[in-house]
Structure formats: C-alpha cells, structure tokens
C-alpha cells in the first residue's frame, strides 16, 4: 500500500484552503420521487444460491436477493459516508428489498470527504464497523488501494464476476481495479457537461436550444470569442475563473505521481495543468467572470433567475446542487460545452471484515449491475448511472415523466448525451494524489493571473515547490 497515512495527514491540511471537496460525488442533492413497479423478491432456489450464513465457504451469488431467515441484530451492517446523497441510493434499494431495512444503518458523517476518511477509519475499531464504505473520485483510492480494509469483490464470498462489472462502463472497472481486484463499484456516470442560462442565451445568440449553444462552446478557442460576445452584452461566461478546472484537468491521461519499484515518488505534470493556468489567465485578464469561485455565495445566487453567468460547468449530480441554490426548473439548458470530462463520482467499496459479506454485495450488485434498480435510481433521484443497459432503457422511453433531471433542463432528456459520454470517460491516470494538488493549481493560476508569477514555468514552479514542502513529492527528473 503506498504512503496513505502522510498524503492524507497533508492533503487534510491542504483541504482547509478549498471551499468544496474537490472531486466529489453529489455534495448537495434533492431527489424527486418517482413511482415505480415493485420487484418481487424470490427466495434462493438452489445450493448454488446465495447464502445468507455469512461464514459460508461457498461461492456467493451477489446477483440473488439473500434470504434473512435464521439473521439476528449480529448481521446489521452500517454504511459511513461524508453526506446524504449515498443515502438517497441506498433507500432506492432498501425501498425495493424492505426485509433488509432492520439490518442496514446509514452513517451521515456530515462532513467533507477528506475528513470523512479518518472517521470511518476511527469507526472500523468500533463495535458499528463500517461494511459499506463510499468514497469519492479524489479519496476512493484510499479504500481502493488497501487490501488490510477493503475486500476483494471477485472473491467467492462477495461472487462477483468479470461479466457482471462489464455491464457498466469501462472506466467503472478501471477505477476500481486494484492489482487485479476488484475493490469497489459506483452506481454513477458523472459526465461532464454545460448547464447554461436560457434567458441569457435566447437575448445574446437570438436562441436558447441546444444545437446553436454547443456552436457557441464548441472549443476554447470559440468559447473566448463567445465570452467577449457575451462581456460586450453585460453578461459573464462564467461566474470565476476556476470553474473551467475540471473540464481540463480531468482530461490528463498519464498520472502525475509516478512510483517507483522501490517506492519513490516523483511528480510530473502534463500539459493538462499549464492549459489550466493559461486559459485561467486569459479569464481574469478578459474580465469575462465575476471574479468569484466555485461555492461561493456569487456563484450560487447567479443561478437564480436573473443571474449574469451564462455557463455552469457541470455534470448530472450537480442538478440537486442548483435547485438547492434557487435555480428555477426550465431556466438552463445542458450541451457538451468545449471539451469531454468526467467530475466527480462515488466509489462503493465493503470492509473486508463485514459481518454481513452476502447482504454488502448484494447491495452493491443491485447499485452497479442491476439495470432495473439503474432505471429506478435514475427515476427516482434524477442521478446519472453507470450501467449501459439501463442508460439504453432511459433513452429509449423508460424515463419517468416527473425525473428530476429532465424537469431541470425544461424537458430536454440529457441522458443519451450523458451515456454516450461515459463511454469515453477515461479514469486510468486518476490517482489518490490528484485531490492534494487542486488547491495548489489554482493558487499557481491565481497567481499567474495576478502578478504574482511572470510565467507559467514559475507558476509551475510553485506547484513543485509546494509538492515537495506538502507532500515529500518531488519533481521528476
């Protein structure tokens, strides 16, 4: 396991100067119930079945309802996360299978995900151990990566197999796999996109729809032209300069800290991180933003009707967000936006001592491969999934007339573009690292654009600098 004690120690000091988790899952989100035909729940018909005595030698089936009879209060497990939007998933399921209430209690730790990580572990030495452990984009690795907490899902006491991960998209399996294990699944596709202001867009372009604002975004060269077209109106293309971090930065293909055989860890960034840093400049040198930040209070009252932004770089989860900041239904449209990125998104990993390994994998199949519960859980809390099937249903007409992704955006159904997007995702340079460097990127950009440094190799520079200082991460030679 690599150096997870330091790195979090700093990146938990580091994530004092951000105002979000980074690269988090859903941190706010409302749901808009929708009602759905009910499963039934057949018993186990066969000793190939799965088991419901957790000590069981045999191969598990994580695909078969476990049945309770003989469980006392010994086979309750309990699911820690930083937030309630796991939470809202999990009752999609528990909704479906009631008989497996009494065993499951959902932990909210309250908390950002970086904090959460030292709680859950605190909690693996209490008498609640923690059996479902979500983790986002930047933290899941922790879990990942450490075999003496997480469990393998292929072993047969977990049952799952290549063909069942396969059902969701390739990045899914990449993230999750672990020196050939599988060590977590998420429900989730987190594809990035534009939400944009109609009204803005209908008074500057003379039309709101989809097709005439992506030709406005098509790429970063249209999209500048587009900011001076929309500074020379009164409007802004976006809140801050930040808010472009994810589109770039989550398009790197080659991780930036690379570990050697015996251990070393050297950093080198790509050309990703000095895109960033200049496009970021020309931002702040444009004046096309209100200067602000991402989660400040500007960027969350633009979003009510007569804001002056234009563009919320965004992906599904970030739906709930909105509404929650005052957004109206109907008042943003969603188009691709410059360039394809992913933001965000929950891994699921189980505790490897779960009392429970039957009734954990049994969850997290029904989260990642059940392409009923995927429909559902896009039905119900308006959330993009993972599983292609259920995103080929939901385009084809399985969509709930109240889904709350689609009342948002005014009726355009944006999951056919969501799905065809995560077809692309690509998570194999994501590292556990890359959260402890957002903070000192943005600080390079800031200080580029502010004066603070000349170039972009000393802003660069900075970031070396501050890697070696913060996390014993050197520059690659």
Request: overall charge negative.
């Amino acid at each position: 396991m690599r150096k997870f004690n330091r790195v979090l120690a700093a990146s938990l000091t580091l994530a004092m100067g951000l105002s979000l988790v980074a690269c988090g899952g859903s941190e706010k989100s409302t749901t808009a119930p929708a009602e759905n035909d009910t499963k039934t729940t057949e018993a186990p018909a066969s000793d190939d079945a799965k088991k419901d005595d957790s000590t069981s030698t045999s191969k598990n089936d994580p695909s078969v309802a476990p049945d309770t009879t003989g469980w006392d209060a010994s086979k309750k497990i309990y699911a820690y996360s930083w937030d309630d939007d796991f939470q809202k998933k999990l009752n999609v399921i528990l909704d479906e299978y009631p008989q497996y209430k009494d065993y499951v209690e959902y932990v909210n730790l309250g908390s950002a995900s970086e904090k959460s990580l030292e709680q859950i572990d605190t909690a693996i030495k209490s008498d609640k151990y923690p059996s479902l452990i979500p983790g986002d984009v930047g933290s899941a690795k922790y879990w990942i990566e450490d075999d003496e907490k997480t469990a393998n899902l292929y072993d047969d006491a977990f049952g799952f197999t290549e063909e069942m991960v396969d059902r969701d998209y390739a990045y899914a399996k990449q993230y999750a796999t672990y020196n050939g294990q599988l060590k977590g699944v998420t429900w989730q596709s987190t594809a990035g996109s534009v939400f944009y202001n109609k009204a803005i867009a209908k008074e500057v372009f003379g039309a709101d729809d989809p097709e005439t604002v992506q030709a406005k975004l098509a790429d970063w060269d249209t999209f500048f032209k587009t900011a001076e077209e929309l500074k020379a109106k009164g409007y802004k293309i976006t809140n801050g300069p930040d808010e472009i971090y994810y589109a770039i930065i989550n398009a790197h293909k080659d991780p930036w800290v690379v570990v050697a055989e015996d251990g070393t860890e050297t950093l080198k960034l790509d050309d990703s991180v000095k895109t960033f840093i200049e496009n970021y400049k020309k931002l702040y040198d444009g004046e096309y933003t209100n200067g602000g930040t991402m989660w400040d209070n500007d960027w969350a009252g633009n979003q009510k009707d007569g804001g002056n932004v234009l563009c919320y770089f965004a992906c599904p989860w970030m739906i709930g967000v909105m509404q929650g900041n005052g957004a109206s239904n109907g008042s943003f449209g969603a188009v691709v936006g410059p360039q394809s990125y992913y933001w965000g998104g929950t891994y699921v990993s189980i505790g490897k001592d779960t009392p429970n390994p039957a009734l954990a994998a049994f969850i997290c199949y029904e989260l990642a491969c059940d392409d009923d519960m995927g429909v559902k859980i896009t039905n119900k809390t308006g959330d993009a999934v993972a599983n292609k099937k259920a995103n080929e249903r939901l385009v084809n007409g399985e969509i709930a007339e109240d889904n709350n992704g689609v009342a948002f955006l005014g009726g355009q159904n944006p999951y056919a573009t969501w799905a065809a997007a995560g077809e692309n995702i690509d998570q194999s340079a994501c590292t556990y690292f890359d959260k402890n460097y957002e903070v000192m990127i943005k600080a390079a950009a800031q200080g580029y654009a502010t004066g603070t440094y000349a170039t972009v190799d000393d802003a660069l520079n900075y970031i070396y600098s501050q890697s070696e200082t913060e996390l014993g991460i050197s520059k690659a030679k």
